[in-house]
């Protein structure tokens, strides 16, 4: 009889060594991870209201090829409540610039931003300071870039072959 117990515990004992051994292995090539940390859960962004402000500056800058373009979006903006001379048209510096974009300084500009580009059929918005005044960084000022997406031609994505 005391064979058998023998022989159970061996048994036994290499089974739990075996399982030791797998658990180890895992543990140690990193399949298992006994502390995990949790995984950040996305949080979501704000949603920003469009709101038309016409308190704000408006600088239209026409960067394509297509002449009169900051005229035109001129007028529509002051058509939508803006004052005239608050809205400024020009030209750019470049002719090639892609998707027509609302760029504003403070995150609490968006909103405004984001009528303005309701207003004008549609626009991307994008936070920078590139064309804030420099002569008064406080002003509230939103600036359109026209972008090729606005011609009478918009370019066309070509697929990739």
């Not at 809205?87 to 027509?100: H, K, R, Y």
């Amino acid at each position: 009889m005391r064979g058998w117990v023998v022989l159970l515990w061996a048994v036994l004992a290499t089974i739990v060594l075996v399982a030791l051994g797998i658990f180890g292995t895992l543990l140690v090539t990193g399949r298992v991870v006994l502390f995990p940390t949790p995984t950040p859960t996305a949080t979501p962004l704000p949603i920003v209201t469009p709101v038309v402000d016409p308190t704000y500056e408006v600088l239209v800058l026409n960067a394509t090829p297509e002449q009169g373009l900051a005229t035109q979006m001129k007028d529509v903006v002051v058509a939508a409540g803006w004052a005239e001379d608050t809205v400024l048209a020009s030209e750019a510096g470049s002719t090639d610039f892609p998707e027509t974009t609302i760029y504003y300084y403070l995150p609490a500009d968006e909103a405004a931003a984001a009528g303005l580009a309701q207003v004008i059929g549609g626009a991307k918005l994008e936070q920078s300071d590139v064309y804030q005044p420099v002569d008064n960084p406080e002003a509230k000022q939103l600036t359109i870039v026209i972008g090729l997406d606005r011609t009478a031609n918009p370019p066309t994505e070509t697929p990739a072959p």
